[in-house]
């Protein structure tokens, strides 16, 4: 199971967090959001798939920031259809089949992984994501609230019971040190859980993430599902 830290700002903080070696750091390009990014993003281990988060913004907009950071994911975390997605991840193909109508993307080991955010809260109507199947790597299922994540309260989990499909998914919203029985007991289900993403309940302020809480969610993950 991959753990993925999101909503990262502030450039001692986002280094401090990568020696904890998340598999995922998560970066959003949302002004509206208190987690915007606009730095530099400093040189990380590269077993770390740095990863853009967008709402709503044109392909263009994505592959410019991909460009500049190196992305290796990519979140898309707003009203975005199956045929956006089918052009983006035709975007990213093009990596190593470029071809002169579809926008140069570089990446450092020229695999772009694409999830498409879905929010929950008491309910779901899992047909939604049929469109979406074969086009997006993972779902992120995330708590539905105010705000465009980062709301600080965990959905309904047991709605994921009823889950379809084989494409895996990733499980955010509201989760901190609290959850990790509830995250111990869906990971002995059958569902196909990609990962797990961590924001708002591990920070000291927006987008400054507490270290010493982190690296206790790892230790007692870690022993029974190698977080």
């Not at 740095?50 to 913004?57: A, I, N, P, Q, Y």
């Not at 955010?117 to 086009?135: A, H, R």
Request: hydrophobic share 35%; net charge neutral; aromatic share 12%.
């Amino acid at each position: 199971m991959k753990l993925k830290v999101c909503g990262m700002k502030y450039q001692e903080n986002i280094e401090a967090v990568a020696k904890l070696q998340p598999d995922y750091l998560g970066f959003i390009f949302y002004e509206k959001s208190p987690r915007n990014f606009e730095g530099e993003i400093p040189v990380l281990p590269s077993t770390i798939k740095k990863t853009g988060v967008f709402v709503d913004v044109t392909i263009d907009f994505i592959v410019e920031k991909v460009n500049k950071h190196g992305f290796k994911a990519v979140q898309l975390h707003g009203n975005e259809n199956a045929e956006y997605c089918k052009e983006l991840k035709n975007v990213f193909i093009s990596l190593n089949r470029p071809h002169r109508s579809l926008r140069p993307v570089r990446s450092d080991n020229n695999i772009i992984e694409l999830f498409k955010v879905f929010s929950i809260k008491d309910k779901f109507d899992f047909d939604l994501l049929q469109p979406y199947e074969g086009i997006v790597d993972y779902f992120l299922f995330d708590t539905k609230g105010k705000e465009k994540g980062g709301n600080g309260y965990a959905f309904d989990w047991s709605v994921l019971e009823g889950y379809p499909s084989t494409t895996p998914f990733i499980l955010s919203g509201g989760i901190g040190l609290d959850e990790v029985e509830k995250i111990k007991a869906i990971l002995t289900t059958d569902l196909p859980i990609h990962g797990i993403d961590v924001n708002s309940k591990f920070e000291i302020k927006p987008g400054l993430k507490d270290i010493k809480d982190i690296k206790e969610f790892k230790k007692l993950l870690s022993v029974d599902h190698k977080l």
